[in-house]
């Protein structure tokens, strides 16, 4: 039972960091490479504020605001520039912003490893496991976040806007719709989802300038699983967090890096299109 | 020969060699042992960068693991040198000079055929474009983990060590690798400068109309891969051998940036741009990183931001550019260098009077997902003929050519091709087809941005047999009637202009002329009266005139029925996916099946014929 | 335009050209007429990459110390300088920042700290010639290179004093938790063999790569094994984390923890999450005793708040201590060196280390973190030999 627990953990874990990755690739063709240093930025904001004793969920915000601003000025900076290019090109640029971050970071903070304690503690006990609540409360807040995405593309006007954004980018601004503002607005909210990824998963993790690097290959590659929907995203993460769960128990936790990668290599060659959900 | 000198190119190429020769004569002029030793190392990764540069710059490869192939070249080497224990200590390094060719050749050639695998996987159809780069991606991704999981072959963690080559000086290492990387610049050089390398450029710029030319893209895609792969896999055996350390970080995706962060600053596509970048930012970088150790990464990283974003051709090849101006002064003219020699005119098979079918398609189906298009198409082509189909739009005049020119279509029905042999047509892929004799004409151009109109035609002559490797042909052989394509269209002096500057009405000529150019037995021609005007139309028709009767099978889909009248021996009228009447132009002008379909008021009842 | 962009292109590498010839005549010294010349010592780390977490700046603070007590005191017949250099994490840097040290800036001596393949694939070039490569690290035993000494305990040093300890204070089941790398996979055994002399088993073990964000698995099969301890050994950042999730994961409360590998910093930074966890090493800076109470004032005086005095600073600073006792005379060069340093011993901090072979024997201290997670030191264990006897 406990490794089905795990293994929702780690599903959520995957969405929570692929999510900011898959609305930039989805909506704008670009491939973030400098997302994780996003991330680590966010995390150092939080460490930053609850040092000079903010609580930790407003340091969390604050953490937030920041990459979000981060986000907007690399955007204008940057990103804005490379529309319409190869995705070379973008991957080069994005790498170069996060050699740049990550530094800075080390730079202004040092590169020694540091952490930042979780806000909530302790666990319950369900179904005979003991669940700590913190985990408990980064599923939820995994479960919201996705599920609110889902009724905001299907229900909203700017759900609608997206996905025609997303389905056929010429069509929509045929029809007038600003997609050079929606890819804007996409890009910073993209940052705003490694925000939140950094500062959710900051407790939980050593906090070193190259925080969360390690999983930026296995993140990118259940993106493209993916194939730009919602709900494939959904079922990739699910793939690659069963994968990673059920080799590192039955296994080793090497076999499972390993074993998330392939998973994504044979799903990408069987279906380039990425995991769809099946339409009718 | 004077000529060839002056153009720009050559004198770029020479200037770029000369910087190179240079650079490598620089460390021996200098003598200082630091210099020397990092030159020489700078050299491995040079190798490394235009090994990159062949596969992502020419071929447009999206190659993110290059690292891997020279990984697996250092660790041949050092495996093969040292013992190791079970838990990966090195208890002996070092061998013989004979251990550390063979180990070298051991490294290219397995890099080469593990390149030669990934490629076969991920280049076959089916897998998308990009595919490549995902699996390059994960394989180093995988790779650093990895490599810790065999301790007994790659040392683990701490890697192999200890086992540099001994019997080399720093100064005879330095000769050693710029002899290397000088003789696999060359071999670069002449590779991509040949027949062969546009090629490689056509494949990057569009890789589809390569395959229709008769070419087996995925073939030429998994050769190059491997190439770069085997010398890429040298770099790291001439590296290990020199610096006699392995380690997992030389597999992983950093790595593999690096080295594009190289070829990107070079100047992707031109072989020397990425060798003096990357030895250049050697130099550079070791100085930079020595005195700014903490701010060393930074600057990489807003050097890089800033080439991609502002210099996308790279650093290197506007200085030169610049310093070829300077040399030659502006107002230089590139000259032609190529031209179009007409072969002499086959002997005309005269036409067939039992006129049998060179194409033979009966109950064709075929539907785009839920869209049928083709719903029993019924026709037979006869050898030598010219017919043109004629239908409103939608009648899916477009979809036959597309299904009759591409075998692995999932369609339905029988469909026979009579040139010698009886050959089904299910499932022949599109060069193969192309090959056979059996070429087509994209309705909408379909060129190479980047290549010559020149370049064009060189390469539809070769009609998919693989050019040569390092000869440059200056005079491409042609049928005669392509000669008079280009001149009816206006493309005879402009043949050394790049495709992408041409205007619409020219772009139809070359693809005409391409078409004709491989020399067809049958060629599918889709509008290529379009855009033209009425006197360039009566051009085109008295072309397709002479077409038909050196004996090749023409069939056009054509819009104009006046001008179908008055070239056509045939015509095959279709209507929502069905053939409605197929007879010479005068009997179908008059039929009044015919008019119905066209004012839209036709009966289903009818039946097809 | 054209000629414009001819001007702009001139302009670009005249740039390019001083930018490379500027950094061309970097920050070679000149030799000082009259003067004896300086002992150059490179000082190898890793300031950028996924490894700067641990030594970065206790190395450098140590280093620059030792350096400034040798010539302020006249402790070396020849004045100590230094030269700082980033591996940035790659042995393919390390190779090449340690040819540059040699050839170019012409140090007598290196002393590094980092992962064990950068500081092999830089030995290369420091072995072909002849010049000392001290390691200050603490790290896996057991290689005997000619030029190569480790200047701090080897594994088997801190980690079987710090086993038999956890198995005196009654924790009999021992898990092992180590990082998937070769060196300490190799610790395992030895490690075994110690527990049971002191009449414990260690009855599981997992390694998980580096990079590792999620231990849930790790903890599950902890939580099962049911150990009275777990033996951490795991590398950076990964430590941390692992801590962080052992911490907050009440399956695996009861279960007593040793780290191996974390610095006091880093204990120190988990907190609450931190508490009761063993840990041996060479140094902490509750140390008792005159040397050390002076080694922390010397740094704070140095450094202020920022004042690291941590086991990566002391390591680096005997190690700068160790090669000033080993310069005896103004002709003793990088030859010289290597001759003495077999039988040299320090006074450090933490009180004496003496070079044996290629290892030392050291004191080692066994601690445990206090609610906030600061260490108190619980066993003091002087002169602990080296496993490793090289010729």
């Known amino acids: 039972m406990g490794v089905v627990f795990d293994a929702i953990f780690s599903v959520s874990v995957f969405l929570l960091v692929s999510i900011g990755l898959f609305v930039i690739l989805g909506l704008m063709n670009i491939v973030n490479l400098a997302h994780t240093a996003f991330m680590a930025v966010a995390v150092y904001a939080e460490l930053y504020f609850t040092g000079h004793g903010w609580n930790f969920w407003l340091s969390a915000a604050a953490g937030v605001a920041v990459t979000t601003l981060l986000g907007a000025i690399v955007e204008f900076a940057i990103v804005r520039r490379l529309y319409g290019r190869h995705i070379d090109d973008t991957i080069l640029a994005t790498w170069g912003v996060s050699l740049i971050l990550v530094q800075v970071l080390a730079i202004a903070f040092g590169s020694t490893t540091t952490s930042v304690a979780p806000p909530l503690s302790g666990s319950v006990k369900f179904l005979g496991e003991l669940l700590s609540i913190y985990r408990i409360f980064i599923v939820a807040t995994v479960a919201t976040v996705v599920a609110a995405m889902a009724a905001v593309i299907r229900f909203s006007k700017a759900g609608l806007i997206v996905r025609m954004v997303m389905t056929n980018e010429p069509l929509a601004r045929g029809v007038g719709i600003n997609t050079g503002m929606v890819q804007r607005l996409t890009f910073v909210a993209g940052a705003a989802f490694a925000g939140l990824a950094g500062t959710l998963l900051g407790p939980t993790q050593g906090i070193s300038p190259s925080f969360a690097s390690s999983l930026l290959a296995s993140t990118f590659l259940i993106v493209l699983m993916s194939g730009r929907r919602l709900s494939g995203l959904l079922f990739a993460c699910v793939a690659a967090g069963l994968a990673q769960t059920l080799f590192s128990a039955y296994g080793n936790p090497v076999i499972a890096n390993v074993m998330v990668i392939c998973t994504a290599v044979v799903v990408l060659r069987l279906k380039p299109e990425g995991l769809i959900w099946p339409r009718h | ?609 | 335009m054209s000629r414009h962009r001819r001007s702009r292109a001139v302009r670009l590498s005249a740039i390019c050209a001083v930018v490379l010839s500027g950094a061309w005549s970097g920050p070679d010294s000149q030799a000082r007429a009259g003067d004896v010349q300086p002992i150059k010592i490179g000082f190898m780390l890793p300031l950028s990459g996924p490894a700067a977490g641990g030594s970065a700046e206790g190395g450098q603070q140590g280093l620059r110390l030792a350096v400034d007590e040798i010539n302020s005191r006249h402790l070396a017949a020849r004045p100590f300088e230094a030269i700082i250099a980033d591996d940035a994490s790659d042995p393919r840097t390390a190779a090449e920042v340690c040819k540059r040290l040699i050839f170019q800036d012409k140090v007598d001596a290196i002393i590094s700290q980092g992962p064990t393949a950068n500081r092999m694939a830089c030995n290369q070039a420091a072995l072909k010639a002849g010049i000392p490569h001290l390691a200050a690290l603490s790290g896996p035993g057991g290689m005997c290179i000619a030029n190569l000494f480790m200047i701090g305990p080897e594994t088997s040093q801190t980690l079987h004093t710090l086993v038999r300890q956890i198995v005196k204070d009654g924790n009999t089941k021992l898990y092992y938790m180590g990082a998937d790398s070769s060196p300490i996979r190799d610790a395992l055994p030895p490690a075994m063999s110690a527990a049971e002399a002191a009449g414990g088993t260690i009855i599981g073990s997992s390694f998980s790569p580096s990079g590792t964000t999620d231990f849930s698995s790790e903890l599950a099969k902890i939580a099962a094994a049911r150990p009275d301890a777990v033996i951490m050994m795991l590398m950076g950042a990964d430590a941390v984390t692992f801590s962080r999730q052992f911490g907050g994961d009440d399956r695996v409360a009861a279960i007593k923890r040793a780290d191996f590998l974390m610095t006091e910093k880093a204990l120190h930074s988990l907190g609450r999450s931190g508490a009761n966890i063993y840990s041996a090493a060479s140094y902490y800076s509750s140390v008792p005793g005159e040397a050390g109470m002076e080694f922390k004032a010397s740094l704070t005086r140095m450094y202020g708040e920022m004042a690291a005095p941590d086991v990566w600073a002391v390591m680096a600073y005997n190690a700068v201590h160790a090669l000033a006792k080993a310069v005896t005379s103004p002709s003793s060069g990088a030859k010289e060196i290597l001759e003495a340093l077999p039988n040299i011993s320090v006074d450090g901090p933490e009180g004496r280390i003496k070079i044996s072979g290629r290892y030392i024997s050291t004191p080692v201290f066994v601690g445990k973190t206090d609610g906030v997670g600061r260490v108190q030191i619980v066993a003091t264990y002087s002169d602990v030999p080296p496993a490793a006897h090289c010729k």
Not at chain 2, 224 to 242: K, N
Not at chain 2, 415 to 432: I, K, N, P, S, T
């Open chain 2, 1 to 609: 020969m004077a000529a060839a000198l002056a153009s720009r190119r050559t004198v770029l190429a020479c200037l770029s060699a000369a910087a190179l020769v240079g650079a490598a004569m620089t460390g021996a002029l200098i003598g200082d042992a630091y210099v020397t030793m990092l030159l020489a190392q700078s050299f491995t990764y040079a190798i490394a960068a235009i090994s990159l540069d062949l596969v992502w710059g020419y071929a447009g490869i999206p190659e993110l693991g290059h690292s891997l192939w020279f990984g697996i070249g250092a660790l041949c080497v050092g495996s093969m040198t040292t013992s190791v224990s079970e838990t990966g200590g090195v208890l002996a390094a070092g061998a013989d000079a004979t251990t550390y060719i063979l180990a070298a050749a051991v490294g290219v050639v397995l890099a080469a055929a593990m390149a030669a695998i990934v490629g076969w996987y991920a280049f076959s159809r089916g897998a998308t474009h990009f595919y490549i780069a995902v699996v390059g991606l994960a394989l180093a991704a995988a790779a650093q983990p990895a490599y810790s999981q065999f301790p007994r072959y790659t040392g683990g963690e701490g890697g192999l060590f200890g086992f540099a080559y001994e019997g080399f000086s720093n100064a005879e290492w330095y000769y050693v690798s710029a002899a290397v990387l000088l003789c696999v610049t060359a071999f670069l050089i002449v590779l991509v400068r040949s027949d062969f390398g546009l090629l490689l450029r056509a494949v990057r710029d569009n890789e589809r109309r390569v395959r229709y030319l008769g070419f087996n893209v995925e073939r030429i895609k998994i050769a190059i891969y491997s190439l770069g792969a085997a010398l890429a896999g040298l770099a790291g055996a001439l590296y290990a051998a020199m610096e006699g350390a392995v380690s997992a970080p030389l597999f992983g995706t950093l790595f593999a940036t690096e080295m594009m962060v190289w070829v990107a600053v070079g100047g992707r596509g031109t072989i020397l741009g990425p060798a003096i970048g990357t030895i250049a930012l050697g130099l550079g970088g070791s100085k930079l990183s020595a005195a700014f150790p903490l701010e060393w990464s930074l600057f990489l990283g807003l050097a890089l931001v800033l080439i991609v974003v502002f210099f996308q051709a790279g650093v290197l090849p506007p200085i030169a550019r610049g310093l070829a101006r300077a040399v030659l002064g502006s107002g230089h003219k590139a000259e032609q260098n190529r031209s179009l020699v007409a072969g002499r005119e086959t002997a005309v098979p005269a036409r067939d009077a039992s006129a049998s079918a060179a194409i033979e398609i009966s109950g064709l189906f075929f539907a785009y997902g839920g869209l049928r298009v083709l719903r029993g198409v019924n026709l037979e082509i006869l050898k030598g003929e010219l017919l043109c189909i004629v239908g409103p739009n939608g009648a899916g005049k477009s979809t036959l050519i597309e299904v009759l020119t591409d075998g692995a279509r999932n369609f339905a029905g029988q469909v026979a091709f009579l040139l010698g042999d009886r050959v089904e047509h299910q499932g022949r892929q599109q060069d193969v087809i192309a090959r056979s004799g059996v070429v087509r004409k994209f309705q909408v151009p379909s060129l190479f941005p980047s290549m010559t109109v020149a370049e064009h035609i060189l390469l539809a002559t070769s009609n998919g047999r693989w050019p040569s490797v390092w000869r440059r042909t200056h005079a491409i052989g042609v049928p005669p009637v392509v000669e008079a394509i280009c001149a009816a269209s206006g493309l005879t002096g402009r043949l050394e202009e790049v495709a992408a500057d041409l205007s619409h009405g020219v772009a139809q000529g070359l693809e005409m002329a391409m078409a004709v150019a491989t020399r067809p037995r049958i060629v599918f021609m889709d509008e290529p009266t379009a855009g033209l005007s009425a006197v360039e139309r009566a051009v085109v028709g008295d072309l397709l005139r002479v077409l038909a009767k050196s004996g090749i099978t023409v069939v056009l889909v054509e819009h104009d029925l006046d001008f179908v009248e008055r070239i056509a021996d045939r015509v095959a009228v279709l209507h929502e996916g069905r053939v409605l009447e197929v007879g010479a132009p005068s009997q179908i002008a008059q039929s009044d099946v015919v008019r119905g379909a066209y004012l839209g008021s036709f009966e289903l009842e009818k039946g097809d014929h």
